[in-house]
């Protein structure tokens, strides 16, 4: 059983969220919280599996409250923002924030189902066509990467890995990596797996963040 904190000022939105789960066999909402203090609190108490977390709210907003959750190494709560694409401006400081990926409020419902157990699993809920045109979008913004000095890319990090970096920035999933470059799935997993230790991120969002940031792919 997947355990969910919603954190959403707007009780309509945490209202449908849990009706929606509640028809669900392998999730349960187990708290609900209206800022991002509250969220803070509640996950340190009941530490849920994934906290669905809106951006902007009142007091503490969802990117502080997803920094303060994430930066834990005590708690299991991944993040998944739950926002609206087209005027919010802080889902790339979100994700940098340590959220493990975001969806937008007019998807299907079923996507936010499946976005929740995604993250609950420990990956990014991001499909890699959505991944492509969100993360290239707040890249491309005058607060995201596209304007930041380019960093080195690890000396750690082999040609192979980087050549993999590449196609995780681009969106493309391990079975399309394995396909571009000719290697196993297994073997393209394999590289993903060691880029997020010697990168030390949380999670493929963060991966994708990092390609942009290296300049490996560019907006």
Same mark, same amino acid.
């Given at each position: ?24 066999? /392998?999730?349960?909402?187990? =708290? ?39 930066? /834990? ?16 401006? &802080?889902? &790339?400081?979100?994700?940098?924030? =340590? ?112 390609? &942009? ?7």
């Amino acid at each position: 059983m997947i355990r969910v904190l919603l954190v959403d000022d707007q009780p309509l939105i945490r209202t449908g969220l849990r009706v929606l789960i509640a028809d669900a066999p /392998d999730l349960e909402v187990v =708290g609900e919280a209206g800022d991002g203090a509250e969220a803070v609190e509640l996950v340190a108490r009941l530490r849920p599996d994934v906290a669905v977390m809106d951006i902007r709210m009142p007091g503490t907003d969802g990117i502080e409250a997803t920094r303060r959750i994430t930066t /834990d190494p005590d708690l299991p709560t991944h993040v998944l923002v739950l926002t609206t694409f087209d005027d919010d401006d &802080y889902v &790339y400081g979100a994700l940098r924030a =340590g959220a493990s990926g975001f969806l937008v409020k007019d998807l299907a419902l079923e996507t936010i189902l499946d976005g929740i157990r995604v993250v609950a699993a420990g990956d990014a809920l991001l499909a890699p066509g959505i991944t492509r045109r969100l993360i290239g979008e707040f890249a491309a913004r005058p607060q995201g990467a596209a304007d930041r000095p380019r960093r080195p890319v690890a000396e750690a990090v082999t040609e192979r890995e980087r050549e993999v970096l590449t196609l995780v920035g681009r969106g493309l999933s391990n079975a399309e990596i394995a396909g571009e470059l000719t290697i196993s799935v297994a073997t393209a997993k394999a590289h993903v797996a060691r880029l997020f230790t010697k990168l030390d991120a949380r999670d493929r969002v963060h991966l994708v963040i990092q390609a &942009y940031e290296f300049g490996l792919v560019v907006p």
